[in-house]
């Protein structure tokens, strides 16, 4: 039978990274990845996509980018973990490719490219994208603040990695990523969760709406 395939997704300083590393421990026979990555290839691609020098990239190059990506994720790691029935639980999705590429870089344009490459992924559909909700300025502050703090000392390494180039675009660029998240989700069965509250009761509402549906 197959398994269930769940998105979780957020803007920047939502709280994805860490609900994520929440549900690894709450769910140990789940298959967890992220987007763009997932892979070796896939995760070379992502390099690519948050380098400096993709910094100018237009939302097309952007797109084919991480669909290029997804292609790939989706064929070495989601499907055949899906079909072994295995719960796959992916940090973003299409979503997010919706969300800031189409809304975020302003290319309506590209919806209907955006609706053929989404064909390419087959039956490789998600059965729910639970979205992590909180205003485009307070994620802003979070991210900023986080990734300034002084690795740990009893850390040995940071997986904290530097601001990249969407990290760093204007409020207006995230403010616009929030609705396009909110105008992709009228069409996809999906949860809102207020990401607004502390950690320890979004990281407890996420677990339980995952429990409700998944199939171990």
Do not use: W
């Not at 189409?102 to 087959?122: D, M, N, S, V, W």
């Amino acid at each position: 039978m197959r398994g269930t395939f769940i998105v979780l997704e957020g803007g920047e300083g939502a709280g994805k990274g860490a609900v994520r590393k929440f549900l690894e421990t709450e769910f140990p026979d789940a298959v967890f990845t992220r987007e763009p990555g997932g892979t070796p290839l896939a995760e070379k691609i992502r390099a690519v996509m948050i380098s400096p020098e993709a910094t100018n990239a237009n939302a097309q190059t952007q797109m084919a980018l991480v669909f290029a990506s997804r292609l790939e994720h989706v064929r070495a790691k989601i499907l055949p973990a899906l079909q072994a029935g295995k719960a796959v639980i992916s940090e973003r999705f299409d979503s997010s490719t919706y969300a800031y590429q189409i809304h975020g870089q302003e290319a309506p344009y590209l919806k209907p490219l955006f609706t053929e490459f989404r064909k390419l992924l087959g039956e490789t559909v998600p059965d729910l994208y639970i979205f992590l909700d909180v205003d485009a300025a307070v994620g802003l502050t979070r991210v900023i603040v986080n990734k300034k703090k002084e690795p740990s000392r009893t850390t040995v390494q940071s997986d904290r990695e530097p601001l990249d180039h969407f990290e760093k675009r204007s409020l207006a660029f995230h403010e616009r990523v929030r609705m396009g998240y909110a105008e992709f989700f009228k069409t996809v069965p999906h949860v809102i969760v207020d990401a607004s509250r502390p950690l320890e009761v979004v990281q407890s509402e996420v677990s339980a709406i995952i429990r409700k549906c998944i199939r171990l």
